[in-house]
Antibody, heavy 121, light 107 residues
Framework: QLQLQESGPGLVKPSETLSLTCSVSGGSITTRSFYWAWIRQPPGKGLEWIGS???????YYNPSLKSRVTISLDTSKNQFSLRLNSVTAADTAVYYC??????????????WGQGTLVSVS | DIQMTQSPSSLSAFPGDRVTITCRASQGISVSVAWYQQKPGKAPKLLIN???TLQSGVPSRFSGRKSETVFTLTINSLQPEDVATYYCQNYFSVPLTFGGGTRVDIK
């Protein structure tokens, strides 16, 4: 079965860049039926979609974060990554990676990684 | 952006009760709604897609329904293991958006 695992620093300084990687096992990220997504959840708050990337490299971002976000693929490692620039305390959150199941034109998230807490301080 | 207004924000019910959670979309979005269950300290888990399609392995006491722009998640006969926060999600268009969540507790 497909599994996703986030990795990266748990602490980032303000104004620096947050970088996370999602390793995918049990399936290929080059499958045409899926996007690969990042979603975050500030402590005690709700879920926010950050963006998704297709196997071609085409990406879609939440307009609220678009100026600071890059999501990319490394097909040789079956991984995809998130970079968020110029972070502030408001970017402190649990960051999840997930598979987005495409359903004309977008889709739902299944499965999810376990999540990783990133604190900005 | 499509807003998903979810209510109530929290509820408490007895075991065996029927529980209903509502999400109202700010515009028509066909059946492009998914529902998730998130237990404390865990990642969300997909329960329902396409407004009413139950995922494999999800207990049949969970059901989803759509009426125009109002989407409901119903738990028939609430069980202690259903204590969690539930979220709806719009996937009709970008940006993909979530409702604010409903925390469900047991009395």
């Amino acid at each position: 079965q497909l599994q996703l695992q986030e990795s990266g620093p748990g602490l980032v300084k303000p104004s620096e860049t947050l970088s996370l990687t999602c390793s995918v096992s049990g399936g290929s990220i080059t499958t045409r039926s899926f996007y690969w997504a990042w979603i975050r959840q500030p402590p005690g708050k709700g879920l926010e979609w950050i963006g998704s990337v297709f196997y071609t490299g085409t990406s879609y971002y939440n307009p609220s974060l678009k100026s600071r976000v890059t999501i990319s693929l490394d097909t040789s490692k079956n991984q995809f990554s998130l970079r968020l620039n110029s972070v502030t305390a408001a970017d402190t959150a649990v960051y999840y990676c997930a598979r987005e199941v495409i359903n004309n034109p977008r889709g739902w998230f299944d499965p999810w990684g376990q999540g990783t807490l990133v604190s900005v301080s | 952006d499509i807003q998903m207004t979810q209510s109530p924000s929290s509820l408490s019910a007895f075991p065996g009760d029927r529980v209903t959670i509502t999400c109202r979309a700010s515009q028509g979005i066909s059946v492009s709604v998914a529902w998730y269950q998130q237990k404390p300290g865990k990642a969300p888990k997909l329960l329902i897609n396409a407004a009413s399609t139950l995922q494999s392995g999800v207990p049949s006491r969970f059901s989803g329904r759509k009426s125009e722009t109002v989407f409901t998640l119903t738990i028939n006969s609430l069980q202690p293991e259903d204590v969690a926060t539930y979220y709806c999600q719009n996937y009709f268009s970008v940006p993909l958006t979530f409702g604010g969540g409903t925390r469900v507790d047991i009395k």
